[in-house]
């Protein structure tokens, strides 16, 4: 069980999977499951601002950012049941109360919110058959939102035993530059406050900004009351890749795996520490622009960057991304310096025109584009718009539109709700040869995963085809449109799906492999 205090955002998701990747070098089976105390049922109607990206699994659930963590990091495939928020909770118990399930009884935080949280965990562990279950509660210690996962946890121990249930309480430790000094007083307190709900932690990892020594820790271990070998530091580092390594070299794995007292083999990192080697070259550098509208925060898209990070590793050379405002009129000369251009997906009118200049700025000067999902909609509303149809767009933005190129599913129209209401999950590919997309997949079908309502218009499509579009990807039965290419350009593809979602440390993503490769070669032409 993985809890924060003193600050948010510092690294539970992050600390958490590094744990469990520590684990499965010593040959542990673990999967994760992530606790958001929000009242929303799930991240899908979330703003971006909110809560960074929506992280959508393999069965269709719009989860958070962290089960990517996860993903990448424990190389799985997590369900939708991996993340559990107060809304799925009260929904499920409410369920229960309207069937009659409680027999009459006064429904309440204890024993029945509780019991169901439990009765969750109990499921993923019971499906996944995984030895280890890593549970992350997401926000503070001493949120109110939180006391009744926190307290289902306490409870969860006193039922499984001791020896079944470890915490790992995650805290920062903040370093005052006008002292000169590290403060563990925060610390203290936020240990404090979690005992204060009957859970004394076993393991104390200190987020801090420099390295701590270990006088800092003996102090920590006395007023925490933690064994001194359990308190870890986890300074800022260069890449999030790094913390396995770093948990790793003060025996985090060791002490986790006598405390939990499960048989392990020896534990073997040499993979991880070679994918980390990998991600720190720096001699080959290409410069990537992603027009994006939440680029104010990186979180929004991190999946993409992720991928793109992966790419490069795997093609020798380093990634530098520049985010740029789609809602700002493109400055043509700024675009000139990347090496690469990508649109993201998106929902709404704002910052299209931007994307759409990308678009139109990529194919007059060959610069390798990467549309994905809404990115792919803005290359084929622009490419119809330079190819003779003028007042092409997607009807989500104009629903009068002259050329409506990218309009709503048939079966979306009559859905009036919002979340879990779109196209989700993992769809199959038909990918055609002699394509971008066949050259990188090397594969007839393939598998990947949705998250829109809109589509090609079929009723553009032979026309468009015979001005030069290409359909490198359609559903098996031929009647979506995947995948969109033009003919006679560098690197031109735009997918419907999002392939970020897919893409591992030790095994990059093929069509962001195929990009970054197109990118190098770009940069070698110039």
Same mark, same amino acid.
């Given at each position: 069980?993985?809890?924060?205090?003193?600050?948010?955002?510092?690294?539970?998701?992050?600390? /958490?999977?590094?744990?469990?990747?520590?684990?499965?070098?010593?040959?542990?089976?673990?999967?994760?499951?992530?606790?958001?105390?929000?009242?929303?049922?799930?991240?899908?109607?979330?703003?971006?601002?909110?809560?960074?990206?929506?992280?959508?699994?393999?069965?269709?659930?719009?989860?958070?950012?962290?089960?990517?963590?996860?993903?990448?990091?424990?190389?799985?495939?997590?369900?939708?049941?991996?993340?559990?928020?107060?809304?799925? %909770?009260?929904?499920?118990?409410?369920?229960?109360?309207?069937?009659?399930?409680?027999?009459? /009884?006064? %429904?309440?935080?204890?024993?029945?919110?509780?019991?169901?949280?439990?009765?969750?965990?109990?499921?993923?562990?019971?499906?996944?058959?995984? *030895?280890?279950?890593?549970? *992350?509660?997401? #926000?503070?210690?001493?949120?109110?939102?939180?006391?009744?996962?926190?307290? /289902?946890? $306490?409870?969860?121990?006193?039922?499984?035993?001791?020896?079944?249930?470890?915490?790992?309480?995650?805290?920062? %430790?903040?370093?005052? $530059?006008?002292?000169?000094?590290?403060?563990?007083?925060?610390?203290?307190?936020?240990?404090?406050?979690? $005992?204060?709900?009957?859970?004394?932690?076993?393991?104390?990892?200190?987020?801090? *900004?420099?390295?701590?020594?270990?006088?800092?820790? *003996?102090?920590?271990?006395?007023?925490?009351?933690?064994?001194?070998?359990?308190?870890?530091?986890?300074?800022?580092?260069?890449?999030?890749?790094?913390?396995?390594?770093?948990?790793?070299?003060?025996?985090?794995?060791?002490?986790?795996?006598? $405390?939990?007292?499960?048989?392990?083999?020896?534990?073997?990192?040499?993979?991880?520490?070679?994918?980390?080697?990998?991600?720190?070259?720096?001699?080959?550098?290409?410069?990537? #622009?992603i027009i994006g509208k939440y680029v104010e925060l990186e979180d929004a898209y991190i999946s993409i960057r992720e991928s793109l990070k992966h790419a490069a590793a795997e093609l020798g050379v380093k990634v530098d991304i520049e985010w740029i405002r789609a809602e700002d009129s493109v400055n043509r000369e700024k675009l000139d310096q990347f090496d690469a251009l990508l649109i993201p997906g998106g929902f709404g009118e704002r910052g299209i025109s931007g994307k759409l200049d990308a678009v139109r700025y990529s194919i007059e000067k060959e610069i390798p584009i990467f549309g994905i999902c809404l990115g792919m909609q803005c290359m084929v509303v622009e490419f119809a718009r330079m190819h003779g149809f003028e007042g092409a767009n997607s009807t989500e933005f104009d629903e009068n539109a002259k050329h409506p190129v990218i309009d709503i599913m048939l079966e979306q129209k009559k859905i009036k709700n919002m979340g879990g209401t779109m196209r989700l999950g993992s769809y199959p590919c038909k990918v055609e040869g002699g394509t971008i997309a066949h050259d990188a997949y090397k594969e007839d079908v393939v598998s990947e995963r949705h998250r829109h309502r809109f589509e090609f218009n079929n009723d553009y499509r032979d026309i468009l085809v015979e001005k030069g579009l290409t359909i490198s990807g359609t559903s098996p039965d031929n009647f979506l449109v995947e995948i969109v290419e033009i003919k006679d350009h560098p690197w031109f593809l735009g997918c419907q799906f999002h392939p970020e979602f897919k893409s591992r440390p030790n095994k990059a993503h093929p069509i962001f492999k195929s990009f970054m490769k197109a990118a190098i070669d770009k940069k070698r032409s110039n």
């Amino acid at each position: 069980m993985v809890t924060g205090g003193v600050v948010s955002s510092i690294g539970k998701g992050i600390t /958490a999977a590094s744990i469990g990747r520590i684990l499965r070098s010593y040959g542990v089976d673990v999967t994760a499951i992530k606790i958001d105390p929000y009242l929303n049922w799930d991240s899908g109607t979330l703003n971006p601002y909110q809560h960074g990206e929506v992280f959508v699994t393999e069965d269709g659930m719009e989860t958070d950012l962290d089960l990517g963590h996860y993903e990448r990091f424990l190389n799985v495939n997590l369900s939708g049941e991996c993340n559990i928020t107060t809304g799925k %909770v009260y929904s499920s118990v409410i369920n229960k109360e309207r069937k009659g399930n409680y027999l009459g /009884a006064c %429904v309440q935080i204890i024993p029945h919110i509780t019991d169901e949280i439990k009765a969750m965990i109990r499921k993923t562990a019971d499906k996944t058959q995984a *030895e280890v279950v890593l549970v *992350e509660v997401g #926000g503070t210690v001493g949120d109110i939102e939180s006391q009744p996962f926190l307290e /289902a946890l $306490r409870q969860l121990r006193n039922e499984e035993g001791h020896d079944n249930v470890m915490f790992v309480h995650v805290t920062y %430790v903040p370093y005052l $530059r006008a002292a000169g000094e590290f403060k563990t007083k925060p610390t203290q307190h936020s240990t404090k406050e979690l $005992r204060g709900t009957g859970i004394t932690p076993d393991m104390i990892i200190c987020r801090s *900004e420099l390295p701590i020594d270990n006088h800092l820790k *003996e102090k920590i271990a006395h007023f925490c009351d933690v064994d001194k070998n359990a308190v870890i530091n986890a300074p800022d580092v260069h890449s999030i890749y790094e913390i396995p390594l770093i948990l790793n070299s003060e025996n985090v794995g060791e002490y986790i795996i006598d $405390r939990i007292k499960i048989e392990a083999r020896k534990p073997d990192l040499y993979e991880w520490s070679r994918i980390v080697e990998s991600l720190k070259i720096d001699e080959s550098r290409i410069t990537v #622009g992603i027009i994006g509208k939440y680029v104010e925060l990186e979180d929004a898209y991190i999946s993409i960057r992720e991928s793109l990070k992966h790419a490069a590793a795997e093609l020798g050379v380093k990634v530098d991304i520049e985010w740029i405002r789609a809602e700002d009129s493109v400055n043509r000369e700024k675009l000139d310096q990347f090496d690469a251009l990508l649109i993201p997906g998106g929902f709404g009118e704002r910052g299209i025109s931007g994307k759409l200049d990308a678009v139109r700025y990529s194919i007059e000067k060959e610069i390798p584009i990467f549309g994905i999902c809404l990115g792919m909609q803005c290359m084929v509303v622009e490419f119809a718009r330079m190819h003779g149809f003028e007042g092409a767009n997607s009807t989500e933005f104009d629903e009068n539109a002259k050329h409506p190129v990218i309009d709503i599913m048939l079966e979306q129209k009559k859905i009036k709700n919002m979340g879990g209401t779109m196209r989700l999950g993992s769809y199959p590919c038909k990918v055609e040869g002699g394509t971008i997309a066949h050259d990188a997949y090397k594969e007839d079908v393939v598998s990947e995963r949705h998250r829109h309502r809109f589509e090609f218009n079929n009723d553009y499509r032979d026309i468009l085809v015979e001005k030069g579009l290409t359909i490198s990807g359609t559903s098996p039965d031929n009647f979506l449109v995947e995948i969109v290419e033009i003919k006679d350009h560098p690197w031109f593809l735009g997918c419907q799906f999002h392939p970020e979602f897919k893409s591992r440390p030790n095994k990059a993503h093929p069509i962001f492999k195929s990009f970054m490769k197109a990118a190098i070669d770009k940069k070698r032409s110039n």
